[in-house]
């Protein structure tokens, strides 16, 4: 049977309609996706002075520079990840970072650049999928943060690692950028907490010793960018600063100083004396224990003669390490003031700081990180040193 042209054109009229309709339908729904994503976003200002707009809550991201992928572990955001610098996949004989320890899946990313921040632009634009923003530490170094982000056409903010002492205000900035951005606020501030109440906790079991009864300490073989000897030190060594110890190379007038002479050494003749284990990965004569056990100067010293030397784990391993700094600290805390630590189980007390830090809550985390730094060395960790 023939349709009668007048319902012809109703059906075309009325399928053009819907057909309209749906369009518009499909427009709005695209149009609400993207209003939504741009209102989405949030603005920083990094450390550099730069306004940086970036999406809220990313789920690609990359950390480019030392200490940057240990922040936002710290923040329990390392998931969102979708590559790593060089140093993350690197076969190595020792490993003394914590963070890495507890994410052995850090080895199997592809690589983005080499490490120290310097990035390769065509690597992470080869990156699937793409990141969405490049946290980047240490910024005066390596890839320029300003270059990378015209290059890339991907947000760029740079951080400020900072320190547990003088910049202290600058590390919790950091993690306050991050966490703002990965949506992971309320971390950041238990992250900050965390730090707060355990160096109040360890000032406030030192606090009121007395400045004659302190006994004085020095730490040798500090590690800066690779392995040093004794002479290499920290005049605002954490571990002692919060412990309130008597650091005899600590010098208001000169807090920059890492490397000391042996003369200075001798003359101090230090009570207790640290070795910082990172150096042992020399295993040769620019080893800190090789010297403390073959220099005829160093068998003088008191510690050397009193047997009262002792390992601690490494205080920078790719920048600082703010979880072994702690478990140093109370570790110090309890040779040099045994009465005031006497509640203190180092052992329970390092496997909480890393379990919380790094191993998202898990003890049995916490607590294989733990067995690693102690023994990642030749010499375990918080043990007496035969010199």
Not at 235 to 261: G, R
């Amino acid at each position: 049977m023939k349709i009668k042209y007048p319902y012809k054109i109703f059906i075309t009229t009325s399928l053009v309609i819907v057909s309209i309709l749906c369009a518009g339908c499909m427009d709005n729904s695209s149009n609400n996706h993207n209003i939504s994503k741009n209102n989405d976003t949030i603005t920083v200002t990094d450390f550099l002075g730069r306004t940086v707009e970036v999406p809220k809550s990313p789920d690609h991201v990359i950390c480019s520079g030392p200490g940057a992928l240990r922040y936002l572990s710290y923040l329990e955001a390392q998931d969102k990840i979708v590559a790593v610098d060089s140093i993350e996949t690197e076969e190595s004989k020792f490993d003394a970072r914590p963070y890495a320890l507890a994410n052995p899946q850090f080895k199997k990313y592809p690589v983005f650049g080499e490490f120290r921040g310097n990035d390769d632009p065509e690597k992470i634009l080869a990156l699937d999928p793409q990141p969405q923003v490049i946290f980047k530490m240490y910024s005066t170094s390596g890839y320029d943060p300003v270059e990378l982000q015209k290059k890339t056409g991907i947000p760029v903010i740079a951080l400020n690692y900072g320190d547990m002492v003088n910049n202290k205000a600058d590390m919790y900035n950091s993690l306050r950028i991050m966490g703002e951005v990965m949506d992971k606020e309320k971390r950041a501030e238990e992250v900050i907490t965390f730090f707060d109440n355990a160096i109040a906790d360890l000032n406030e079991r030192t606090g009121d010793v007395p400045e004659e009864e302190k006994i004085t300490c020095y730490v040798g073989g500090i590690a800066r960018s690779g392995p040093h000897g004794f002479q290499s030190t920290e005049p605002t060594y954490p571990p002692f600063l919060f412990t309130n110890a008597k650091n005899v190379a600590y010098d208001p007038k000169n807090l920059t100083t890492a490397d000391v002479s042996k003369e200075s050494i001798l003359g101090w003749d230090p009570e207790i004396i640290f070795v910082d284990l990172s150096t042992t990965q020399s295993e040769d004569k620019s080893s800190a224990v090789y010297q403390l056990q073959n220099d005829v100067s160093y068998k003088k010293l008191t510690a050397v003669q009193d047997g009262k030397v002792y390992g601690v784990l490494p205080y920078n391993w790719y920048t600082q390490n703010q979880g072994s700094i702690l478990a140093d600290a109370y570790f110090a805390g309890k040779l040099l003031y045994p009465e005031k630590f006497e509640d203190v189980d180092l052992e329970s007390k390092t496997i909480e700081i890393y379990t919380f830090l790094v191993g998202k809550g898990d003890e049995e985390v916490g607590r294989q990180v733990y067995e690693k730094m102690i023994n990642a060395f030749s010499i375990p960790a918080f043990t007496k040193i035969e010199v």
